[in-house]
């Protein structure tokens, strides 16, 4: 009978970081005064286990960090590690997290200690950073820039935040690319035709891409709240959308005469109408949305502009924006809303006024 392999933890240089003498894997260790915890971080990396040591601390409700002097590209990614362990974190947020992360990195050319890391080095790095990228993309790095040298602080490894006095780019409000009615319907009907142009046999696909767009274009969803609808959260004057901000909410949505129209085409394409069915078959009609824009000629739509031009229907049709925000989801009783579309509104307005005689 084969005896139990041995794993013989030996420790290291760093508190509650261990190493197997038989398979040289690291694993972190902490007393909890009742018990000892062990966790296997499953590299034989160093810099790796620190940061995973890191993201095991803060699973264990500990707040130091595994050594007092950090380079800063592990300093980064022990920041990640923490906010991985964090419960409530969707998984976008993660992924969010790690790309500014990886751009934050950037910060020095090359990996140096963190407590090397200048006010100097931070003013120039941001100055060429914030024009190279969009405000969005550079507000959120800039973000996590600081939040590393606050973890940082926080654990004693540095005296003070160097990129404290960074200030963030201002947003500007793009201008919206929504298309007009007319070529929303020419968009629309192109996509059905898409089969036939090329001769494909697959038209079934093809017509859900054109419902789906519709859809979204009268209902004003977001993607994912679209793919997530199944059969029974439709009623016949009501729609039950999922929350995908806040899972256990919904809002409702009242059918409009257009949305009544592609939801009974649906229902006529599609087979399984049970209530636990998805209402669409396919992610998203975005590769037949961008190449029926590309044969019209027309400026490229995005999945997220039928939204806007949702939005955009609603406002020149004399709705309220706080009851178009409601109908969008926001939270905010139309603070953003009236950020995005305040300016339709005024030109909505100026327009009905011109109409009017006495």
Known sequence: MLGSMKNTLVATDYPNLYRSKESEIFYARIDTGRKTVK????????????????????????????VESVSWYLAVDMYVQRQEM???LKPAAVESIKFFSSRAKKLVARDIAAEAITEQMCRAWWKKDALSVS???????????????????????????PASKLERMTLRSSNLNVPEKEDFRRI?????????????????????????????????????????LVWGDIGKESISVPDIK???????LYINASLAEIIESLRRERRGNSPDDPVFAIESPRKALTNACIR????????????????????????????VAKWLGHRDGGALA?????????????????????
């Not at 800039?142 to 940082?152: C, E, P, Q, R, S």
């Not at 090329?198 to 994912?224: N, V």
């Not at 806040?246 to 409702?252: I, L, M, V, Y």
């Not at 009236?338 to 006495?358: I, N, P, Q």
């Open 188 to 228: 629309v009907e192109e996509v059905k035709k898409a089969p036939i142009l090329r001769k494909w046999q697959k038209k079934g696909l093809y017509s859900e891409a054109a419902d789906m767009i519709a859809f979204l274009a009268y209902s004003g969803l977001r993607i994912e709240e679209a793919r997530r």
């Open 39 to 66: 966790k296997s971080l499953k590299t034989r990396v160093l810099t790796e286990a620190l940061s995973r040591l890191a993201g095991f601390l803060a699973e264990q409700g500990r707040d130091e960090l595994p």
């Open 86 to 88: 964090r419960p409530h």
């Open 246 to 252: 806040h899972a256990t909410s919904r809002r409702t």
């Open 135 to 161: 405000a969005r993309t550079a507000n959120g790095t800039l973000a996590i820039v600081k939040n590393v040298f606050t973890m940082l602080q926080e654990a004693g490894s540095i005296k003070s935040n």
């Open 296 to 323: 019209l000629g027309l400026p490229h739509v995005r999945i997220h502009d039928l939204r806007h031009f949702f939005a955009t229907s609603c406002i020149e049709a004399g709705i309220d924006i706080p009851t």
């Open 338 to 358: 009236m950020k995005v579309y305040g300016h339709l509104r005024d030109e909505h307005s100026k327009e009905a006024a011109r109409k009017l005689t006495f």
